[in-house]
């Protein structure tokens, strides 16, 4: 292997030891919200299913108004009245109309709706009776006055004018949203076919690593990985699980990471003691529990990533095993760039990656020479909290927490970033000004 691989190297090598998924699962439309389909979903019935009004007014033949105007309006006898879940039986005449609600079913001889707006009531004398637009509340009147022409068709959602029966209308590889979900009951949908949420478990290393919340004792630090890390594994897609903390010594990483190997995960993620200190062993780890795919990459923050496999047994699942780097920075970036893109292969989706934009630095950055830097920054934005973009639609970014919040131990800068910046490998500083690759991150 090469001394350093570049991001692109290592990202094939980790996707290219993704097993295809084959196990599916049969859920209902509500226990489905963010999980994969694996198999396309087809309307089962057209939307909407019949013609219905779009909005509250009347049921009208568009002929016997056709000459309406506010100086001479047209009048029509009310004869009836159709809500929402109703079937209309009443047949619209010449000179007649039925008051409608917004989603009822458009009645027999209708070829339009006149809003309620348009009509002011009459009684049975052809006298006013109310004023002209009121709310179509109470029972209905006995005519209306329609003050302008209106058109075939109008207000009128005509069946199938969403969706037609049999209309494929959501892809697999695709994580069903709360829209999906609307669109899939609203088609007839009941249940859809999806994979289940790939199981990552999350170690942390470090003898001087603790549990948040316990004592640290004189060297001991908070262990922000772990509970990181699998909010990581979540927002990506997968069902985290903790496996602990293990010391710095390679029975004990052993240990913890047979034991997780037992529950036959589809991933170990590792973080901390995959340097070559003398008390980094996860490598060594790994290499005896399965074998190295992968080690060190020209990145920044990150070079000392390591992804191997490893399974219990012949017949038994691979288990992909990603080691990632102690600094919680670093640990954060590695995820980004190799292993969010597994967990969003191992749950069926298509779009792996993030998508990119362009922005501009607000600052001068550096970084070491021959890697890639992913730099953390943060958008300037306007009062509504939009990014402001130039006329190229280009983001303007600065640096999260300045130059000094670019360390790989600053987690507050971390914290409050929007993206990561880009800079090649080709560039050891970039003046402000430049324009960079973008990567929005999640925010909440």
């Known amino acids: 292997m090469s001394e350093l691989h570049s991001v692109e190297e290592a990202r094939d090598a980790v996707l290219a030891a993704v097993p295809p998924r084959t196990r599916t699962e049969y859920r209902t439309i509500a226990e489905a919200a963010g999980l994969v389909l694996a198999e396309p979903i087809v309307s089962l019935t057209a939307l909407p299913p019949w013609d219905n009004s779009a909005m509250d007014g009347y049921a009208i033949r568009s002929g016997d108004v056709a000459g309406a105007s506010e100086a001479d309006p047209g009048r029509l006898t009310v004869i009836g009245e159709v809500r929402a879940g109703i079937a209309p039986s009443t047949v619209v005449e010449r000179g007649t109309a039925i008051r409608i609600a917004t989603g009822a079913p458009i009645p027999p001889g209708a070829d339009a709706v006149a809003q309620v707006e348009l009509?002011?009531?009459?009684?049975?004398?052809?006298?006013?009776?109310?004023?002209?637009?009121?709310?179509?509340?109470?029972?209905?009147?006995?005519?209306?006055?329609?003050?302008?022409?209106?058109?075939?068709?109008?207000a009128i959602r005509r069946r199938g004018s969403?969706?037609?029966?049999?209309?494929?209308?959501?892809?697999?590889?695709?994580?069903?949203?709360a829209a999906g979900i609307a669109l899939a009951a609203g088609a007839g949908v009941s249940h859809v076919s999806v994979y289940p949420k790939p199981r990552i478990a999350v170690l942390a290393t470090g003898d001087e690593i603790?549990?948040?919340?316990?004592?640290?004792?004189?060297?001991?630090?908070?262990?922000?990985?772990?509970?990181?890390?699998?909010?990581?594994?979540?927002?990506?897609?997968?069902?985290?699980?903790r496996s602990g903390i293990a010391r710095d010594?390679?029975?004990?990483?052993?240990a913890h990471l047979t034991a997780s190997l037992i529950a036959e995960p589809d991933a170990i993620?590792?973080?901390?003691?995959?340097?070559?200190?003398?008390?980094?062993?996860?490598?060594?780890?790994?290499?005896?529990?399965?074998?190295?795919?992968?080690?060190?990459?020209a990145v920044q923050p990150g070079k000392p990533f390591v992804f191997?496999?490893?399974?219990?047994?012949?017949?038994?699942?691979?288990?992909?095993?990603?080691?990632?780097?102690?600094?919680?920075?670093?640990?954060?970036?590695?995820?980004?760039?190799?292993?969010?893109?597994?967990?969003?292969a191992m749950a069926g989706r298509r779009d792996v990656l993030r998508p990119t934009d362009r922005a501009i630095l607000g600052d001068d950055v550096s970084k070491s020479a021959g890697r890639r830097a992913f730099i953390r920054v943060t958008a300037e934005r306007d009062k509504t909290g939009t990014p402001i973009r130039d006329d190229r639609g280009r983001v303007r970014v600065r640096l999260s927490g300045g130059a000094a919040g670019q360390g790989s131990h600053v987690l507050s800068a971390l914290a409050t970033a929007d993206a990561l910046a880009v800079i090649p490998e080709a560039?050891?500083?970039?003046?402000?000004?430049?324009?960079?690759?973008?990567?929005?991150?999640?925010r909440a």
């Open 210 to 241: 603790v549990p948040a919340g316990q004592a640290l004792g004189a060297a001991g630090i908070p262990d922000a990985n772990g509970p990181g890390l699998a909010a990581l594994v979540e927002a990506a897609g997968g069902e985290s699980s």
């Open 427 to 442: 560039h050891d500083t970039l003046a402000s000004g430049a324009e960079v690759e973008l990567w929005w991150l999640d």
């Open 308 to 344: 191997g496999t490893a399974s219990l047994g012949e017949g038994r699942p691979t288990t992909l095993l990603f080691g990632l780097p102690g600094n919680p920075v670093s640990s954060f970036v590695t995820f980004e760039l190799f292993v969010r893109p597994a967990i969003r």
């Open 162 to 177: 969403d969706l037609a029966e049999g209309l494929t209308i959501l892809e697999p590889g695709v994580a069903i949203s």
């Open 269 to 297: 993620i590792v973080s901390g003691g995959v340097s070559v200190g003398p008390y980094d062993v996860v490598r060594t780890a790994f290499e005896q529990l399965g074998r190295i795919e992968m080690w060190k990459v």
């Open 119 to 154: 009509t002011t009531p009459t009684d049975a004398s052809g006298a006013l009776s109310g004023p002209r637009g009121r709310d179509a509340t109470g029972a209905p009147p006995a005519g209306i006055l329609v003050h302008e022409a209106i058109g075939v068709g109008a």
């Open 249 to 254: 010594r390679l029975d004990d990483v052993l």
